[in-house]
């Protein structure tokens, strides 16, 4: 079955631009979530949507938002962009709900979005 | 503290060593634990999942889990070139939000 897919894959910004992002999970999963991945922090977590709700939030600033669609699929919007939010974005979806089918609710990753903030 | 704790590294092996990656996570509560590959460049990627004490095993793979410890490990037996990456620990405390680590990077010296 498809992955996840990430969308735009590379993208050039400016401070003070704003960018969205999207992601389609896979099939039959409905929990979507975020994160920025920096050399010097590692995966931070950004926020994690199911069923259309927001369940989970990370430390980031309100400049990062996201939501999610009826079909899973999810947005995140960066607004009034820094040069500190150039990072990888990455989104991971999973089945979400409990108790999990395989035993675990096991994140699968997309590809990812590169956003290079200038 | 963090939620997850793990040694940077660089960890060098070399080939056809057993590779050793550790990982501590603060809560107690934690519940399910998480060992993922990520290439350099690339996205992270699941080798395997535990969430009993004990010993899981997957190929040249075995994850060892010590709740009381609150230790999570990741063997990796004939260490070949191709396992030289990054390796991610992640714990699920409650829900569904996962915690990671900061990875350790493992290289595999032919």
């Known amino acids: 079955k498809a992955g996840v897919t990430q969308t735009p894959r590379y993208l050039i910004k400016t401070r003070g631009q704003q960018v969205t992002l999207s992601c389609s999970p ?30 989970n939030k990370g430390n980031f600033p309100g400049r990062f938002s996201g939501r999610q669609f009826s079909n899973s699929r999810s947005e995140m919007n960066v607004s009034t962009l820094e040069l500190g939010d ?7 979806s999973s089945w979400g709900g409990l108790p999990p089918p395989s035993g675990a609710n096991v994140l699968t990753f997309g590809a990812g979005s590169r956003l290079t903030v200038l | 503290q963090k939620e997850v704790e793990q040694n940077s590294g660089p960890l060098s092996v070399p080939e056809g060593a057993i590779a050793s990656l550790n990982c501590t996570y603060s809560d107690r509560g934690s519940q399910s634990f998480f060992w993922y590959r990520q290439y350099s460049g690339k996205s992270p990627e699941l080798i395997m999942f535990i969430y009993s004490n004990g010993d899981k095993e997957d190929g040249r793979f075995t994850a060892q889990l010590n709740k009381a410890s609150q230790y999570v490990s990741l063997l990796i037996r004939d260490s070949q070139p191709s396992d030289s990456a990054t390796y991610l620990c992640a714990v699920i405390i409650s829900g569904n939000q996962f915690y990671f680590g900061t990875g350790t990077s493992l290289t595999v010296i032919p």
């Open chain 1, 26 to 55: 896979i099939s039959g999963h409905r929990s979507v979530s975020w994160y920025q991945q920096t050399p010097g922090q590692g995966l931070q977590f950004l926020f994690e949507y199911f069923s259309e709700t927001q369940r």
């Open chain 1, 86 to 92: 150039s990072a990888l974005y990455l989104c991971a």
